[in-house]
Nanobody, 116 residues
Framework: QVQLVESGGGLVQPGGSLRLSCAAS????????MSWYRQAPGKERELVAR????????NYADTVKGRFTISRDNAKNTVYLQMNSLKSEDTAVYFC?????????WGQGTQVTVSS
């Protein structure tokens, strides 16, 4: 079955950077778009970034545009989220998502805390 395992979260100061990784297995990774979502305490889960199956098309939430970069390595079945110029409002649990057909699959999430 689909497995998504996120890593790379942690505590970082405002203005700092983190790189999240999501290792995927159990499906044909290279033919599906992948996404990163996040959920802050007391808020709904929101889409952060999406990347097409080939990596040629990316989309970002307005709140992260210009600061975050989504990428993928289809040879390694891994999707990444490079986060720069982090702000306190970026604090959330970040989730990797794969939509295979009509089924949404999620990782367990990785905590990102931006604080001085």
């Amino acid at each position: 079955q689909v497995q998504l395992v996120e890593s790379g979260g942690g505590l970082v100061q405002p203005g700092g950077s983190l790189r999240l990784s999501c290792a995927a297995s159990g499906f044909t990774f290279k033919i599906y778009a992948m996404s990163w979502y996040r959920q802050a305490p007391g808020k709904e889960r929101e889409l952060v970034a999406r990347i097409s199956s080939t990596g040629s098309t990316t989309n970002y939430a307005d709140t992260v545009k210009g600061r975050f970069t989504i990428s993928r390595d289809n040879a390694k079945n891994t999707v990444y989220l490079q986060m720069n110029s982090l702000k306190s409002e970026d604090t959330a649990v970040y989730f990797c998502n794969a939509r295979t057909g009509f089924v949404d699959s999620w990782g367990q999430g990785t905590q990102v805390t931006v604080s001085s």
